[in-house]
């Protein structure tokens, strides 16, 4: 089993404003399958980093554009299925209003790629269904836009909270191993412990 990391250019756009960014792209899996977490700006780009092997599902962390801008087009090339938290449909709907994604996430939903079982985490507050993936076999935590090295992700803009945020993180992901490594939407990694120590408990 390994997790295969990219990172990809585009922008990120909601409330009239645009920025360039850059993002993680996380691929779990094996030599024959994986699961692709996000589908952002570059398609040719994460279809290298899935090198032939079967996509089983790609999964949204959240619906903002930066992360699902190209998940209809990656899916039309695998046959993968999309699957997003259905509490992000306003936000999907402001960069694909006339394609849905094919599945609902659910919290304590499991997804198995080889012999790792990802766990779905509902983190409301960055977006309304933001989402985590919790690998435990590997140790890890996918955060999507969620957590960052440096604290919570932003929540100055529309359909966002900072108090709903701080509630996830403590309440679901503080509660996981303090070694567990955090892989995030942007940026370097992290810990739990060391984001529950600069956040507090």
């Not at 850059?22 to 692709?36: A, F, H, M, Q």
């Not at 599902?57 to 299925?81: K, N, S, W, Y």
């Not at 992290?190 to 507090?200: K, N, S, V, W, Y």
Request: proline share 5%.
């Amino acid at each position: 089993m390994s997790i295969t990391h990219a990172v990809t250019s585009g922008t990120f756009s909601l409330d009239g404003q645009t920025f360039d960014v850059d993002n993680n792209l996380w691929l779990v899996g094996d030599e024959d399958e994986v699961i692709v977490i996000d589908a952002p700006h570059d398609v040719d780009a994460i279809l290298k980093a899935v090198d032939g092997r079967r996509v089983q599902a790609i999964i949204c962390t959240h619906a903002h554009d930066d992360h699902v801008r190209v998940a209809p087009e990656l899916a039309d090339a695998t046959g993968a299925p999309i699957w997003l938290h259905p509490a992000d449909e306003p936000v999907w709907n402001l960069t694909h209003p006339h394609r849905r994604w094919d599945h609902d996430l659910f919290d304590g939903q499991e997804f198995t790629v080889g012999s790792v079982t990802l766990t779905v985490i509902h983190t409301p507050g960055h977006a309304p269904g933001a989402v985590c993936l919790y690998a435990p076999e590997l140790g890890c935590v996918f955060t999507g836009d969620t957590l960052f090295n440096g604290g919570p992700g932003a929540t100055g803009r529309s359909f966002s909270s900072r108090d709903t945020i701080e509630e996830s993180i403590r309440a679901r992901l503080f509660e996981l191993p303090d070694a567990t490594v955090v892989h995030t939407g942007h940026g370097d990694d992290t810990t739990i412990g060391a984001e529950a120590d600069a956040l507090g408990r």
